[in-house]
């Protein structure tokens, strides 16, 4: 075992994967399910209003680092007791136009925050501070956060949340826009869409939930479930 | 606008071709890393993450294939933090069988045992290194592309691995098909 090439050789016989072309029978069908279930699911921007990953990795990559300098600089009320603002991490990072949607949780406490122009502003209230994490059950979605705010592009909303076991697309239908497609990262969920109809007035004679008529979600295994508007809301 | 709607047909194509030239190299990439059981979980992941971001899919094989890998790569560390996200990136290697009827030279199965062993005294990051040249056929700049370093980086990285698998292999005792012998030390990055 002197040269490269001998060691080279000598280690592809110890490779220690299974899989090989042509693919067992078995193997094959379980590709081709995979494949199936994959193109059901919608693409980004081919039909549903789908937040997307940002081509520049390096503005999300800014974005998160605004967002997370602006929670540092967050004054907490008193009233709402010690928290420790530094284990507010970005989770999740969306792209839609010029505005960069980065979703920021502890594991219980949560927070959206909006980029534009490089210029980082926190939306919606800390929620869930001092709470016990939720457990989302299997297949299931449960929403933790909301927030309404103006951007360059309008008003826009925004939920975020929990997805339970084996879910890998949730589809919100919004009263404003429709079927909109959430991202989900790490069993969190977090959507937005442009909402030109909010105002104070509406805003003040809305319920809970009246920005959603239902929650479809897929899971790992290719079936697709409603989840009821109360479900999301955990009431 | 509808739930059900999915890519256009080019946009299908595309993916199509991309999964029928890139599943077997992903399935066993995954499978050198995880336990079996979850290897085809992390390739619908990753899959998933290709059909939700397919404009930023190369559109060359090659460099498709390794930006597929390097998502499989992060869908495999995702869950492990600190310590364990180090022995995540551990590659496994092959246990060398010294009953195998295909293998019927002494010296080859010797030699083959001594490299089992060898490999498992590497660090994670050289068995890495090593795993995508040799086994996943990537070259230098894509491999280095997968590791989010650089090129001459990942030549480095490379060329002190096989030196510590040489090294660990040539130091072993004198291979007995029966026998383990398991130093404690690991090589270094």
Known sequence: MTTTTDLSDLLRTLDPARTSAPLDPAVGARAQALLDRTLALPVSGAGTPSPRRGRSPRRLVAAERSCAAEVRSMRVPDEMGPVDLSRMMPVLSDVRGPVVLVYLTDGVSELSCYVEDGQAGLAGSMTNVGARPTVVPRGSVRCSGGSITRTGIGMVRAVTGTVGDGVVSVVLDTVAQGPVTATVVDRHFAAWWPDEHVTDAAEDRAGPGDELRGVTVTLRDGSVRDVPVETLLGQ | ?189
């Open chain 2, 1 to 189: 606008m509808d739930i059900h709607d999915t890519g256009p047909p080019d946009l299908e194509r595309r993916f199509r071709d991309l999964f029928a030239s890139t599943y077997v190299d992903l399935l066993r990439f995954v499978e050198r890393r995880v336990h079996p059981s979850h290897a085809e979980d992390i390739v619908a992941d990753a899959y998933l993450v290709a059909w939700r971001r397919l404009a930023e899919v190369p559109t060359d094989h090659d460099d498709a294939r390794a930006w597929l890998v390097g998502v499989a790569r992060r869908t495999v560390m995702s869950g492990v933090r600190g310590e364990q996200r180090r022995a995540a990136l551990a590659v496994r290697v092959a246990e060398a069988d010294a009953t195998s009827a295909a293998v019927i030279d002494a010296d080859l199965v010797v030699r083959r045992l001594d490299l089992a062993r060898a490999w498992k005294q590497l660090s994670a990051v050289h068995q890495e290194a090593l795993a995508l040249a040799i086994w996943d056929g990537l070259d230098s700049p894509r491999a280095a592309a997968v590791l989010g370093i650089s090129p001459v980086a990942y030549r480095l990285r490379l060329s002190r691995g096989r030196r510590a698998l040489r090294a660990f292999a040539e130091r072993l005792p004198t291979a007995d098909p029966a026998t383990s012998v398991v130093p404690s030390t690991r090589s270094t990055p």
